[in-house]
């Protein structure tokens, strides 16, 4: 389970009161560890990538959505952490609170951590912190080897940017997002919800 410190920032920003998102008291959810997509269309419509690490959901904030084309490099913008029990939240978020309007879970399953350096595996806290992070997603929509990698020198080195690989689930003449924009869990899109 996450400790306080880890979700520190995630719970200043909320008021629970009037918020319908989980303030996070979930235990890690299986041996195999989880990653979801979700949809949010707060001030702009953008894609939360979260991938189980150490307890808690690291989250990066994708505006223009996941691809399943190599050429696309997305920018991820990291955010706070997320508490594990995020990964199935689906709602709308209250206007005036953070982050405010309608979340679904665009995405969701497990992933593998295929990260190294200089040929040795590194697990994902070490990748979290070098900078560098490369899993293979069995999800429902996204599938195949995504990285992740830190760019820039702003000051909270925030910016990383997100590329699938080019494997057998790379897909350059598709835009998946569009044809497949309903949730995995609820069946509904944005829009709906």
Same mark, same amino acid.
């Given at each position: 389970?996450?400790?306080?410190?880890?979700?520190?920032?995630?719970?200043? *920003?909320?008021?629970? %009161? *009037?918020? $319908?998102? $989980?303030?996070?008291?979930?235990? %890690?959810?299986?041996? !195999?560890?989880?990653?979801?997509?979700?949809? /949010?269309?707060?001030? /702009?419509? /953008?894609?939360? @990538?979260?991938?189980?690490?150490?307890?808690?959901?690291?989250?990066?904030?994708?505006?223009?959505?996941?691809?399943?084309? $190599? %050429?696309?490099?997305?920018?991820?913008?990291?955010? #706070?952490?997320?508490?594990?029990?995020?990964?199935? @939240?689906?709602?709308?978020?209250? !206007?005036? #609170?953070?982050?405010?309007?309608?979340?679904?879970?665009?995405?969701?399953? @497990?992933y593998r951590?295929?990260? !190294?350096?200089?040929?040795?595996?590194?697990?994902?806290t070490e990748?979290?912190?070098?900078?560098?992070?490369?899993?293979?997603?069995?999800? *429902?929509?996204?599938?195949?080897?995504?990285?992740?990698?830190?760019?820039?020198?702003?000051?909270?080195?925030?910016?990383?940017?997100?590329?699938?690989?080019?494997? !057998?689930?790379?897909?350059?003449?598709?835009?998946?997002?569009?044809?497949? $924009?309903q949730s995995?869990?609820?069946?509904?899109?944005?829009?709906?919800?």
């Amino acid at each position: 389970m996450a400790d306080a410190d880890q979700l520190g920032t995630y719970r200043r *920003k909320r008021d629970f %009161a *009037k918020t $319908p998102e $989980p303030a996070g008291e979930a235990a %890690a959810f299986g041996p !195999e560890p989880i990653f979801v997509v979700q949809k /949010h269309r707060a001030s /702009h419509l /953008h894609y939360d @990538f979260r991938l189980e690490i150490e307890g808690v959901l690291a989250s990066w904030a994708v505006p223009k959505s996941p691809s399943t084309n $190599p %050429a696309d490099k997305r920018l991820a913008m990291r955010v #706070e952490d997320h508490p594990l029990d995020y990964a199935s @939240f689906e709602g709308t978020i209250p !206007e005036g #609170e953070y982050g405010a309007g309608v979340v679904i879970v665009w995405d969701a399953g @497990f992933y593998r951590n295929v990260t !190294e350096h200089k040929g040795k595996p590194r697990s994902m806290t070490e990748g979290l912190e070098e900078g560098y992070l490369r899993l293979e997603l069995l999800g *429902k929509k996204l599938r195949g080897v995504y990285s992740l990698a830190r760019f820039g020198r702003d000051a909270q080195e925030r910016r990383w940017l997100l590329a699938k690989s080019r494997d !057998e689930y790379a897909d350059d003449s598709r835009d998946i997002t569009a044809e497949e $924009p309903q949730s995995v869990l609820s069946g509904k899109t944005i829009e709906e919800m």
